[in-house]
């Protein structure tokens, strides 16, 4: 499944998706049994870790702190994922990738209210500013990414300001403005054996 990980890449012929979509391997093209139960679940929530650049320990993390709120934990995971600063970067259009923001969060070159964060995994709220810093705006990174992402619609819980590159998060995201391929009850229901 096209997982748009590696940017600008995933949109033109050379993605490796759509030139080879078999497994890897000698056996690749073999024909392979029907995944069911927990590999549906499984695969669900490794394409969930690939799609947000999270490891397991930090993903399991996020899922007992969405367990333990009320709610629907399933969204509610979603939401804590969402709303990482290293994705909402991203999603704002500072990078072309959630890899290369989780590069330029870390590397110094992003604002949360005025003030520098070099953490990816800094969770954000309603009402946060999210920048670029004054020094880093003509990084070629961040002018390339305005340049492609800059047409590309933006979700409705989050508002930019394109010149200034800055954007603010209006609210927490509901479901249905995620335009993800994941089924998180499989998540939910693998964590909860």
Known sequence: MKLFLKGERCFSSKCAVEKRNTPPGQHGAARRAKIVGYGLQLREKQKARRIYG???????????????????????????????LDNVSHRLGFATSRAQARQLVRH??????????????????????????????????????????????????????????????????????????LQEQMIVELYSK
């Open 108 to 181: 110094g070159h992003v604002t949360v209210n005025g003030r520098r964060v070099n953490i990816p995994s800094y969770q954000l709220k309603p009402g946060d500013t999210v920048a670029v810093r004054e020094k880093s705006r003509q990084l070629p990174p961040v002018v390339h990414a305005a340049e492609f992402l800059g047409h590309g619609t933006l979700p409705p819980w989050l508002e930019i300001d394109r010149a200034q590159l800055t954007g603010k998060v209006l609210h927490p995201p509901e479901r249905a403005d995620l335009n993800l391929p």
């Open 54 to 84: 999270v490891l397991e320990k930090q993903f399991r993390g996020y899922f007992e702190r969405a367990s333990h709120q009320p709610g629907v934990t399933g969204e509610l995971l979603l939401r804590q994922l969402e709303l990482r």
